[in-house]
C-alpha cells in the first residue's frame, strides 16, 4: 500500500466520530465530504496531511486554544504516520501561541513525532525554543528526548533545513551532549543523524566531537560510528583514523573478475576478488567499491557501497563475491555507457573494472 492511502475516507469517518465525541456541534458528514473531495485522488502523501489539516481548522471552528483542548483527546488516539497530522495542525496553526504549542507537540510526540512542527518554532523563536528542547532532552520520556535532537537536525529530511544550524550548530551541541549516552536506541540513532548532517557542513567540529566521545562507552563508540558514515564514505582519512582504518599499506585487491562486462539496463552480474595481507600483523580492514554512474547528460555520478568491515590475518586471503543489479530505481535511473567499479580499502582506491551497460 502506499503510504498516501493511510489517508483515506475510512480514517476521515473515524476520525470525525471521534471529533464529533469532543464537540456535539461537529458537522461529521460535512467534515468527510470536504477531506475526500474531487481532488483527493490527485494528492499526495503531504498534501493530503496538509488538506486534512485545513479541513480541521475549518470544521473544529474555534480559537486555537480551544481547538487544541479539543484536537489533544483525539490526537492521542493515533499513531504513526496517521498520527503526524495533529503536530501538522500546531505547525500551521499555532505558531503565535508558544506555549500552548509547545504542551501541545510534547504530547503529540509520545504518539507519533512533533519533529517536524517544532522547527518553525525554532526559527521564530531561537532561544526560547531552544531553551525547551534543552528541557526536552533531559525528559524521562524518550520520545521527547528524541525529538530534542531530530527536531533540531540541521537537515532532517521531508523538512526544510535549518539554515542558521547549518552555519552554526553550536545551539544544538548541548543537546546531543546530554544524549550522547542515551539508553534507548531511538534515541541514539537521532543523534548519530543529527552529527551526520552537521559533518556535511563542519566536518571539523564532528571529528573533535568524535575523537572526545569515541572509546568512553559503548553507547558512545555506536554514535561515533553512524554519526561518522558520510566522511568514511568519503575516504576521509581523519575519520578512518579514529577506528585504526586509515592505512591500507601491504592491503591489495586482487584477481578481480566480473561475470559479464556487457549488460542489458535492467539485468545484473556479478564481479569476484580476493583481498590480501601481504603485511607481517593482522589489519583491521574496511572494504568498499563505488560505481562511476553515466548520467543522462553523459557525465559520471559516483556512488560509494560498503562491502565488509573485518581483520585479516598476517600473509592471508579473503574471497568476496557481489552482486551488482542495473535495475532503474525510483531512485536512481540508468543510462548506457562504461561504468567503472573500484575497489576502496581504508579509503584508499586499489583495482578497477568496467561494465558496458546497453540499452
Not at 525547551?132 to 530534542?148: D, F, Y
Not at 546530554?178 to 534515541?187: A, T
Not at 568476496?320 to 548506457?336: D, E, G, I, M, N
Request: positive net charge; glycine residues 4%; contains cysteine.
Amino acid at each position: 500500500m502506499n503510504l498516501k492511502d493511510e489517508f483515506n475516507k475510512a480514517f476521515a469517518e473515524d476520525l470525525a466520530t471521534k471529533f464529533s465525541a469532543k464537540a456535539f456541534s461537529f458537522d461529521s458528514k460535512g467534515f468527510v465530504n470536504a477531506i475526500i473531495n474531487k481532488h483527493w485522488e490527485e494528492k499526495e502523501l503531504k498534501e493530503r496531511m496538509r488538506h486534512i489539516t485545513h479541513t480541521i481548522n475549518d470544521f473544529v471552528n474555534e480559537p486555537y486554544p480551544k481547538q487544541i483542548e479539543i484536537i489533544s483527546p483525539v490526537a492521542i488516539q493515533y499513531g504513526g504516520m496517521k498520527g503526524m497530522i495533529f503536530p501538522d495542525f500546531i505547525q500551521v496553526y499555532g505558531l503565535d501561541h508558544f506555549d500552548k504549542s509547545i504542551a501541545a507537540m510534547a504530547l503529540f510526540t509520545q504518539y507519533s513525532t512533533s519533529e517536524f512542527a517544532i522547527r518553525p518554532f525554532i526559527e521564530k523563536y531561537p532561544e526560547k525554543a531552544m531553551a525547551q528542547m534543552n528541557i526536552w532532552s533531559q525528559h524521562k520520556n524518550e520520545h521527547l528526548r528524541r525529538l530534542a535532537s531530530e527536531g533540531s537536525r540541521p537537515k532532517l529530511p521531508w523538512a526544510p533545513p535549518l539554515r542558521n544550524f547549518i552555519k552554526d550548530p553550536t545551539p544544538s551541541l548541548n543537546i546531543l551532549e546530554n544524549l550522547k549516552n542515551d539508553e534507548s536506541l531511538y534515541v541514539r540513532k537521532s543523534v548519530a543523524n543529527h552529527l551526520n548532517d552537521i559533518s556535511k557542513s563542519q566536518p571539523e567540529l564532528v571529528l573533535k566531537i568524535a575523537n572526545q566521545w569515541f572509546g568512553v562507552t559503548k553507547n558512545t563508540d555506536w554514535i561515533v560510528k553512524h554519526a561518522l558514515r558520510t566522511l568514511l564514505k568519503k575516504g576521509d582519512k581523519r575519520a578512518l583514523a579514529i577506528f585504526g582504518l586509515d592505512n591500507s599499506k601491504g592491503i591489495n585487491t586482487i584477481e578481480l573478475s566480473i561475470a559479464a562486462d556487457q549488460l542489458k539496463i535492467g539485468e545484473f552480474t556479478h564481479f569476484n576478488f580476493e583481498v590480501e595481507n601481504t603485511s607481517n600483523t593482522e589489519r583491521n580492514i574496511r572494504l568498499e567499491y563505488k560505481i562511476a554512474y553515466i548520467k543522462a547528460n553523459k557525465s559520471q555520478s559516483e556512488k560509494v557501497f560498503q562491502i565488509s568491515e573485518f581483520s585479516l590475518k598476517p600473509k592471508s586471503r579473503k574471497h568476496f563475491k557481489r552482486k551488482q543489479w542495473f535495475k532503474q530505481l525510483s531512485t536512481r535511473k540508468h543510462y548506457a555507457g562504461i561504468h567503472l567499479i573500484t575497489l576502496i580499502v581504508n579509503g584508499d582506491c586499489k583495482n578497477s573494472i568496467e561494465v558496458n551497460l546497453i540499452d
